[in-house]
């Protein structure tokens, strides 16, 4: 375009022509930008509400005994398959006193096993132990096991569902 | 004329393509690049591209549903034709690209690619180098086994340090609160979708930067990059000493190429994939979760870092080297480029190699880890099959002593061996650890009773050179 058709009449249609475009572009992403993003942070947000699983009846359990239960966490999707399976150390202290541990280190999520023998929790991954109340014997975890809620409801011992513990600082 | 080369020269006439691509592939190259050192980056190209045809592949068998991902692995290993081919190239093409793209890296660094006018070029490569690492990842997770599960949470809980925004980014990897049917879709979203869109985006920068910019030539020492004079240097050097890049370069990366593809697809038919775990089971705890090779040295350093520090170290350590390498040519972007004139930079690269190589060795065994498989104390290595002696030896290996302490040879290293201990410890002094515990060893005074505590120690004050 030569100098002489560039009158300042020109240049602002050009760039109202430019900003519209822009404008237009930018309107769009948002506006379908917002389901799509929004679906993917969704889990952010929207948590499961937490149920009592019951895990077995209280004369299964031994007093003084830690056992692994099993149960389903608290809204599995419909393929889920085994992965809606979870589990927590349980501890039968008394005729009606437990204890719930979740399965997960406090250190990084690893799955700590009971041994009974030596009346510990270790962990298989970074050498993370903890003593039969939860706290730490040694390795690296940097608080004692989390706990679950536990209760006797009908004859029945209960866990309520909770998330994995994630360990912040 | 014959009709295919009349019907070429119509298609060349329409569509130009041999045009615009035949100068590309023939611009002229710095002769001495055209050297074996300079291999690397094609090969982690040709080996991404065996990733994208067998992950396609993958993808025509595979079912990203938490609930039947495991079966589906079992069907293309064990039933599909060439499945079990496929699966074996995609994961070692894998370890193949992470390796051929750390060697690339390596050799830029000390060839100093990066510095004036290819800042650009090393950048967007450290990006790439992400991108590979998350490819890695998802990968490993997207083989939905036991191991999978665990990786998972392992990373979630990594994610959970992060000050402030830790819970969220945790609940976001994983997709929600459990690992579940949400987990396995959202990690084969970022391994089929995201990030190999991001990949093919990043590499088309990055070679279109290379055709921008140019080869590097092969590094002289006392020829310092000028950024004043630099680009007319080079200009001058390909028009007088450049070679076409296609095929006088070239047939070097196509050999070189043509002998990993051929390696990644011999391994893939002797060894195949890599067997499945047991499969994605969270209420299994009998689990060993241990990731793939090219994270055993990072799993190392999750496990040897010192706990007080920890959260800094896995927080903003791997921030702190992606920074560091991000802005490496802002760093130094002039001056020598030849490894000769750069001793630092051969020393990061040797230490980086050392450290890496030991952390590696070390994650293999895993010495801070129980040794739950650890094989009982005989009657033979006790020496006695009565007595407290013996029932000593036995409540060492009823009693949890052995997954971490050796004796002759059988139990775990995260202990001091006790073979000898009853040269080194008194009897008072193997009560008191024993009771109190101590360094990375749990108290047992609350476990034992006194009578297997006073067994336990004459088990132990029985372990001595001459017993």
């Given at each position: 375009?030569?100098?002489?058709?560039?009158?300042?009449?020109?240049?602002?249609?050009?760039?109202?022509?430019?900003?519209?475009?822009?404008?237009?572009?930018?309107?769009?992403?948002?506006?379908?930008?917002?389901?799509?993003?929004?679906?993917?942070l969704a889990p952010i947000v929207k948590k499961p509400r937490p149920i009592w699983r019951?895990v077995?009846?209280?004369?299964?359990?031994?007093?003084?005994?830690?056992?692994?239960v099993s149960f389903i966490d608290s809204s599995p999707l419909?393929?889920a398959?085994?992965t809606a399976e979870t589990a927590a150390w349980?501890?039968?202290?008394?005729?009606?006193?437990?204890?719930c541990f979740a399965v997960n280190c406090a250190h990084l999520g690893c799955p700590v096993?009971?041994?009974?023998?030596?009346?510990?929790?270790?962990?298989?991954?970074?050498?993370?132990?903890?003593?039969?109340?939860g706290?730490?014997?040694?390795?690296?975890p940097p608080r004692g096991l989390y706990n679950y809620p536990v209760?006797?409801?009908?004859?029945?011992?209960e866990i309520l569902t909770s998330p994995i513990p994630i360990t912040t600082i | 004329?014959?009709?295919?080369?009349?019907?070429?020269?119509?298609?060349?006439?329409?569509?130009?393509?041999?045009?615009?691509?035949?100068?590309?592939?023939?611009?002229?190259?710095?002769?001495?690049?055209?050297?074996?050192?300079?291999?690397?980056?094609?090969?982690?190209?040709?080996?991404?591209?065996?990733?994208?045809?067998?992950?396609?592949?993958?993808?025509?068998?595979?079912?990203?549903?938490a609930?039947?991902?495991?079966?589906?692995?079992?069907?293309?290993?064990?039933?599909?034709?060439?499945?079990?081919?496929?699966?074996?190239?995609?994961?070692?093409?894998?370890?193949?690209?992470?390796?051929?793209?750390?060697?690339?890296?390596?050799?830029?660094?000390?060839?100093?690619?990066?510095?004036?006018?290819?800042?650009?070029?090393?950048?967007?490569?450290?990006?790439?180098?992400?991108?590979?690492?998350?490819?890695?990842?998802?990968?490993?997770?997207?083989?939905?086994?036991?191991?999978?599960v665990w990786s998972m949470i392992v990373a979630a809980e990594q994610a959970g340090r992060i000050?402030f925004i830790g819970t969220w980014v945790a609940d976001f990897l994983i997709g929600g609160g459990t690992i579940g049917a949400a987990t396995l879709s959202r990690m084969?979203?970022?391994?089929?979708?995201?990030?190999?869109?991001?990949?093919?985006?990043?590499?088309?920068?990055?070679?279109?930067?290379?055709?921008?910019?140019?080869?590097?030539?092969?590094?002289?020492?006392?020829?310092?990059?000028?950024?004043?004079?630099?680009?007319?240097?080079?200009?001058?050097?390909?028009?007088?000493?450049?070679?076409?890049?296609?095929?006088?370069?070239?047939?070097?990366?196509?050999?070189?190429?043509?002998?990993?593809?051929?390696?990644?697809?011999?391994?893939?038919?002797?060894?195949?994939?890599?067997?499945?775990?047991?499969?994605p089971n969270p209420s299994?705890l009998?689990?060993?979760?241990?990731?793939?090779?090219?994270?055993?040295?990072?799993?190392?350093?999750?496990?040897?870092?010192?706990?007080?520090?920890?959260?800094?170290?896995?927080?903003?350590?791997?921030?702190?080297?992606?920074?560091?390498?991000?802005?490496?040519?802002?760093?130094?972007?002039?001056?020598?480029?030849?490894?000769?004139?750069?001793?630092?930079?051969?020393?990061?690269?040797?230490?980086?190699?050392?450290?890496?190589?030991?952390?590696?060795?070390?994650?293999?065994?895993?010495?801070?880890?129980?040794?739950?498989?650890?094989?009982?104390?005989?009657?033979?290595?006790?020496?006695?099959?009565?007595?407290?002696?013996?029932?000593?030896?036995?409540?060492?290996?009823?009693?949890?002593?052995?997954?971490?302490?050796?004796?002759?040879?059988?139990?775990?290293?995260?202990?001091?061996?006790?073979?000898?201990?009853?040269?080194?410890?008194?009897?008072?002094?193997?009560?008191?650890?024993?009771?109190?515990?101590?360094?990375?060893?749990?108290?047992?005074?609350?476990?034992?009773?006194?009578?297997?505590?006073?067994?336990?120690?004459?088990?132990?004050?029985?372990?001595?050179?001459?017993?």
């Amino acid at each position: 375009m030569s100098e002489k058709t560039k009158t300042s009449e020109e240049c602002s249609r050009r760039q109202f022509f430019t900003h519209i475009s822009i404008a237009l572009g930018s309107i769009a992403a948002v506006m379908v930008g917002i389901p799509i993003v929004g679906s993917i942070l969704a889990p952010i947000v929207k948590k499961p509400r937490p149920i009592w699983r019951p895990v077995g009846e209280l004369k299964s359990f031994t007093v003084g005994d830690i056992v692994k239960v099993s149960f389903i966490d608290s809204s599995p999707l419909p393929w889920a398959g085994v992965t809606a399976e979870t589990a927590a150390w349980l501890h039968r202290k008394g005729q009606e006193e437990f204890t719930c541990f979740a399965v997960n280190c406090a250190h990084l999520g690893c799955p700590v096993r009971w041994v009974a023998g030596a009346k510990l929790f270790m962990c298989p991954c970074h050498g993370g132990v903890y003593y039969e109340d939860g706290s730490v014997a040694a390795g690296p975890p940097p608080r004692g096991l989390y706990n679950y809620p536990v209760r006797l409801h009908n004859g029945q011992v209960e866990i309520l569902t909770s998330p994995i513990p994630i360990t912040t600082i | 004329m014959g009709s295919l080369k009349r019907a070429w020269l119509w298609f060349e006439d329409r569509t130009g393509l041999m045009g615009a691509i035949g100068p590309i592939i023939k611009h002229p190259v710095p002769a001495n690049s055209a050297s074996w050192f300079y291999v690397f980056g094609s090969a982690t190209l040709f080996a991404f591209m065996l990733q994208v045809a067998t992950g396609v592949a993958l993808a025509f068998m595979y079912v990203p549903s938490a609930g039947e991902a495991y079966q589906s692995l079992q069907y293309i290993t064990d039933q599909t034709t060439f499945g079990r081919i496929v699966r074996g190239m995609h994961n070692w093409g894998a370890s193949a690209m992470i390796l051929l793209l750390g060697i690339h890296m390596i050799r830029v660094y000390m060839t100093a690619s990066y510095k004036f006018p290819r800042e650009m070029h090393w950048i967007s490569g450290v990006v790439l180098w992400a991108l590979t690492v998350i490819m890695a990842f998802s990968g490993q997770v997207v083989r939905w086994d036991q191991t999978a599960v665990w990786s998972m949470i392992v990373a979630a809980e990594q994610a959970g340090r992060i000050p402030f925004i830790g819970t969220w980014v945790a609940d976001f990897l994983i997709g929600g609160g459990t690992i579940g049917a949400a987990t396995l879709s959202r990690m084969f979203a970022y391994h089929v979708f995201i990030v190999p869109a991001l990949l093919f985006l990043f590499i088309g920068f990055h070679l279109y930067l290379v055709i921008k910019n140019g080869i590097s030539e092969f590094p002289q020492a006392g020829k310092p990059v000028d950024p004043k004079t630099y680009r007319e240097e080079y200009k001058a050097l390909v028009k007088k000493k450049g070679i076409p890049f296609w095929p006088d370069a070239a047939w070097r990366d196509m050999v070189f190429g043509f002998i990993v593809i051929t390696t990644i697809l011999l391994i893939a038919i002797i060894i195949g994939p890599p067997a499945l775990g047991p499969p994605p089971n969270p209420s299994n705890l009998d689990a060993l979760p241990v990731p793939d090779w090219y994270f055993i040295f990072y799993f190392a350093f999750l496990a040897l870092m010192p706990p007080a520090m920890e959260t800094y170290l896995m927080v903003f350590g791997p921030l702190l080297v992606g920074a560091l390498l991000f802005f490496l040519p802002f760093i130094s972007n002039k001056g020598e480029r030849s490894p000769l004139r750069r001793p630092w930079a051969v020393a990061i690269v040797a230490l980086t190699i050392v450290s890496i190589s030991g952390l590696w060795a070390i994650g293999i065994s895993s010495p801070w880890s129980p040794h739950f498989d650890a094989k009982p104390l005989t009657v033979e290595i006790i020496g006695a099959d009565s007595g407290p002696i013996y029932r000593g030896g036995m409540d060492f290996n009823e009693k949890g002593c052995l997954y971490c302490h050796t004796i002759s040879g059988q139990g775990g290293l995260r202990g001091p061996d006790l073979t000898y201990i009853g040269d080194r410890l008194s009897a008072d002094e193997l009560t008191w650890r024993i009771m109190n515990g101590g360094l990375n060893m749990p108290g047992f005074g609350g476990t034992l009773t006194n009578k297997e505590l006073s067994d336990l120690v004459i088990f132990l004050k029985s372990r001595t050179k001459e017993h």
